[in-house]
């Protein structure tokens, strides 16, 4: 059976809130959110390269023997402890010990959710079990004392998310007291300002909606981040400091988000939509990444251009292949990003912050290295001159539990709805069952995107019904979109940078086709800098094949006129010059440079117009 109690959680959290009134201020009016998400049974994914990194996290996941993820937390209680250390991050005397085991956790619980596949609820009551078997009499939970003081708001986070899912999502009952005994702990000893202190509330409104115990919402008050931080937002200035933890600080725009949520209160709204503005317009790379150094950028002053200078005295990795540089946490950036891209989607319908998840999802994630049996990570994306992917020197680091997670979300990503439509908002291989006016419609979508720009969708339903079917026009189409229902040209308005609506009488069979004329554009890197700019195709950012610096002298306005496809299966392209392009997705062990620089004048790059 499958079960997906996402919007249980999210719903039910606002409704006991207003239960139990006197909490927290609670408004009279809570938002509703223009569009709704579907659960993770709703949705699943059939292929594409979504489809296939999800699936292959999922087997991945799954292949972690139970012995060596419980084996830290076993000898800590003193207990026969099978299995492996798992080293690196992971393991008790290292930098943040047992720290993802929450999180794959969660994911192996979305996971069960999604597929229905038994494994992963068999697996997920195991580590419980284990885990719970491990918890001293005291209700101490962590890996060692070290961890519990280096990283315990972070620790305790990612365990509440993994037990909240474990029974919210597999119905496993233990994994509820297993919550309440950290939290027996947490709420007497958990520092209130340590760590990623910051992130706590999302989890804990959540929480609460499972438990009714009221200590998650004194809790989530007591980490709430606001004066300091969300009301700069609300405010209308900007806090993306560079003191600032850049992949934790997006991650607590996610707590507003809960908080606006299920408190209602529009300033939380006001913080994470003029963030949301600030992060996108100040602080992003042509990839949807942000954050060099795990910093963000002082504006205004050409920083994100100077992150690409190679400096061996920030905080570049030498590894055994040679140094990288830092520019995006990748995994964890991204989960932080596409968390808030669906909350603002959800509040407000507005098709943006499709795009903006459309673009961190195919440049960021899907651009990671797959993990490796070893527990080696794909952490850092490059974007030096010459740069190449690499693995993480430390093994499951925080980026192996959010590799988990991000990819464990992508059914909550691809669709949405409302009470009179369904919302297409990724182009990728899937099917989405959706309850209306107590009938049951199916979508089923097929696409070869984003090697085709084209998407169609076939639906089924057992009697005719009406309702609307909208689907995002990426802001990136180069012109308007053209649909065909039931292989008839219709006239619909498809204006780039909103959702396009068919509304009619839907019968069983019916098909829609829709074309986003995708081209060639260069994004420069910052308003300091417009002469150094990346490559796109569509959401796709491109990458030259160079082990250095790539300098034109041409027209970047107008790249279709100097830069042709040359192999559509792999989606190169090449310049008059003969320079090579490709998605930065697909970069395998090839050198590339991200930003090409048009500053050069030189008779050796010319470019005949
Ligand atoms: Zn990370």
């Known amino acids: 059976m499958k079960i997906g109690l996402s919007r249980f959680i999210i719903y039910a959290a606002a409704g006991c809130l207003a239960a139990q009134g006197g909490a927290v201020n609670l408004p009279a009016h809570r938002p509703a959110g223009v569009l709704q998400r579907f659960s993770y049974a709703d949705v699943s994914l059939s292929g594409g390269p979504l489809g296939a990194q999800a699936r292959f996290a999922r087997r991945f996941y799954l292949a972690i023997p139970d012995d060596n993820l419980l084996n830290g937390f076993r000898l800590r209680a003193g207990m026969p402890a099978p299995g492996r250390p798992m080293g690196g991050w992971y393991d008790p005397n290292n930098f943040a010990g047992g720290c993802a085991f929450g999180q794959y956790l969660s994911s192996l619980a979305r996971d069960y959710a999604n597929t229905g596949d038994t494994r992963f609820k068999e697996k997920v009551a195991r580590l419980v079990h284990g885990f719970h ?9 962590f ?3 070290k961890i519990s003081t280096n990283w315990p708001c972070y620790t305790y986070d990612k365990n509440c998310t993994g037990m909240r899912d474990a029974y919210a999502l597999t119905g496993d009952k233990e994994a509820l007291v297993v919550l309440k005994t950290m939290t027996d702990w947490a709420f007497k000893h958990l520092p209130r300002r340590k760590d990623e202190w910051y992130t706590l509330p999302e989890n804990l409104y959540d929480c609460y909606a499972l438990t009714r115990d009221k200590r998650y919402l004194e809790m989530a008050r007591e980490y709430d981040y606001r004066a300091q931080y969300y009301d700069v937002f609300a405010n209308g ?13 997006v991650n607590s ?9 299920v408190t209602g209160d529009e300033k939380y709204f006001r913080a994470i939509s003029n963030a949301w503005e600030f992060l996108t317009g100040t602080q992003m790379y042509a990839s949807g990444g942000w954050g060099p150094n795990e910093r963000f950028v002082p504006v205004g002053q050409g920083k994100l251009a100077a992150s690409l200078v190679f400096d061996q005295t920030r905080w570049h990795f030498r590894t055994r292949s040679g140094d990288y540089a830092n520019n995006f946490e990748t995994p964890c950036g991204t989960y932080a990003n596409a968390n808030l891209d669906r909350y603002l989607l959800h509040f407000t319908g507005d098709a943006k912050y499709g795009d903006n998840l459309e673009r961190v999802l195919f440049n960021g994630i899907l651009a990671a290295l797959p993990m490796r049996p070893d527990g080696r990570t794909f952490y850092y994306s490059d974007y030096h001159p010459g740069a190449h992917k690499q693995y993480f020197p430390s093994r499951w680091p925080c980026c192996s ?7 464990a979300d992508y059914p909550l990503d691809i669709y949405f709805h409302d009470d009179g439509g369904l919302y297409v908002n990724l182009f990728t291989p899937s099917r989405v069952r959706w309850q209306h006016g107590g009938k049951i419609v199916t979508l089923e979508q097929t696409t070869e995107f984003p090697m085709s720009d084209t998407t169609a969708f076939v639906l089924h339903l057992k009697r005719a019904a009406h309702y609307a079917l909208h689907v995002r026009v990426p802001e990136w189409a180069a012109k308007p979109a053209t ?3 039931n292989h008839r040209p219709v006239d619909v308005a498809a204006v780039p940078g909103s959702f396009l609506k068919i509304s009619r009488d839907w019968r069983d069979g019916d098909t829609v086709a829709v074309t986003f004329p995708m081209s060639l554009r260069f994004e420069p890197i910052d308003a300091q800098t417009p002469n150094l700019a990346a490559l796109m195709y569509g959401p796709l950012m491109l990458v030259a094949l160079a082990d250095g610096a790539v300098n034109f002298h041409a027209d970047e306005s107008r790249p279709e006129r100097w830069i042709h496809l ?16 490709r998605p930065f997705y697909l970069i395998q062990k090839e050198r590339y440079t991200t930003y090409c620089d048009f500053s050069v004048t030189g008779e050796n790059h010319e470019n005949k117009n």
């Open 133 to 141: 078997e491990t918890i001293a009499p005291d209700g101490f939970f």
């Open 143 to 145: 890996m060692s004392v």
């Open 237 to 249: 200035t900007n806090a993306f400091t560079p003191d600032r933890h850049a992949y934790s600080h």
């Open 253 to 261: 725009l996610c707590s507003a988000a809960k908080a606006y949520e």
């Open 401 to 407: 539990g959010t590799y988990a997670e991000v990819t």
């Open 483 to 485: 649909v065909l229902l």
């Open 566 to 581: 040359r192999d559509k299966v792999s989606l190169t392209f090449q310049a008059d010059d003969g320079r090579l392009f």
